[in-house]
């Protein structure tokens, strides 16, 4: 859950560790390729108290009921802890290491990379969570990993405080991933995220860059009706009250990489916001890794894949790169897959 000062907030979160190397490895989000996945349909509560709903949802013939525990339903604050997981097991395939759906992972460091404080209450709060992704339980005959299997499961199989401070506070855990959300890892199935999706204070909101990241993606633009929006999102708000809440959205202009707008028809359009990057700080490329993208993608504009990968690295939160020719063909190749 959100910290009460921040609740009283308006606009983003603030960037609350600046200086940190939140990208030690690339933040990615499980979907699965190809298909409707857990970006797709509303699996996370966007309550910000314990929801005890069981939710049921159709679309396209993809089954989903989640089932709360007595703790509520899992939020997309929650999904925090898995976003991280995944980026972290990335990270370790990218490097060529054995993965596995155990993780053991530094608390402090899942606090950070996700743009938490680390006062003694986010430990706690780090922990509800855990609690709730563990019970809450999916049915669904969603893909994964190019497997269609109706099956039930926890958001997490199971969690673990390995070691505790003097004062009671978590220092390291181990968490294991549903067999579900791990083959989604193993396919490769996930979309890079900007850095300042853990800025969006408003559960909607998180859940809309979501949708816009995973259908419109890097096309120009995505249409879809307030309708089918609201059904896709998990709103529990009556259509006007979410309509409304589109019209705050468009007006605050909070999401990363899109911007929305209203169409005639009842429609929301985002387009895929255009980043200028400053030349100066931007990574350079020699002309080998132009031929070697130029071989991956043949009917591309090698110098318009250049401009976009550093709009990547800008919003992806400017990682520091050891080799900038090894990084831009292996996003080149990243892309092709996705």
């Not at 972290?88 to 404080?117: E, F, I, K, P, Y």
């Not at 706690?124 to 190019?146: P, Q």
């Not at 130029?294 to 992806?316: C, F, H, N, Q």
Request: aromatic share 8%; glycine share 6%; charged share 30%.
């Amino acid at each position: 859950m959100i910290p009460i000062q921040d609740k009283a907030m308006g606009g983003l979160l603030p960037d609350r560790h600046p200086t940190a190397d939140f990208f030690v490895c690339d933040i990615f989000n499980a979907s699965p390729k190809d298909d409707l996945g857990s970006m797709e349909h509303p699996i996370f509560s966007l309550a910000t108290r314990p929801d005890r709903r069981e939710l049921s949802y159709e679309h396209n013939g993809t089954q989903v009921r989640v089932t709360p525990s007595v703790k509520g339903r899992a939020t997309i604050h929650d999904k925090d802890i898995l976003i991280y997981c995944v980026s972290q097991l990335m990270a370790a395939m990218n490097a060529g290491r054995a993965v596995s759906r155990t993780l053991h992972l530094r608390a402090h460091d899942l606090l950070v990379a996700t743009n938490r404080d680390t006062s003694g209450d986010s430990y706690a709060r780090l922990r509800e969570a855990f609690e709730r992704l563990v019970g809450t339980r999916i049915t669904t005959n969603m893909e994964t990993g190019g497997l269609e299997t109706t099956r039930g499961f926890g958001l997490l199989e199971s969690w673990e405080i390995v070691r505790k401070s003097r004062g009671g506070r978590m220092v390291s855990v181990t968490v294991t991933l549903s067999d579900w959300l791990f083959r989604a890892v193993l396919s490769k199935s996930v979309l890079t995220l900007s850095r300042d999706y853990f800025r969006l204070r408003k559960p909607l909101e998180r859940r809309i860059y979501e949708l816009a990241r995973k259908h419109c993606g890097r096309q120009p633009e995505w249409r879809i009706s307030v309708g089918v929006l609201h059904k896709k999102s998990g709103s529990t708000a009556p259509v006007r009250v979410f309509r409304a809440a589109l019209r705050r959205m468009i007006v605050d202009a909070h999401l990363p990489e899109y911007d929305m707008t209203e169409d005639v028809g009842d429609l929301i359009v985002f387009t895929r916001r255009a980043i200028v990057v400053d030349a100066k700080d931007a990574p350079l490329v020699s002309d080998n890794a132009r031929a070697a993208a130029k071989m991956l993608e043949p009917g591309a504009d090698v110098y318009a894949l250049e401009a976009e990968w550093r709009s990547w690295w800008v919003t992806s939160g400017r990682k520091r790169m050891r080799d900038a020719d090894a990084a831009f063909v292996g996003w080149v190749q990243a892309r092709k897959r996705s």
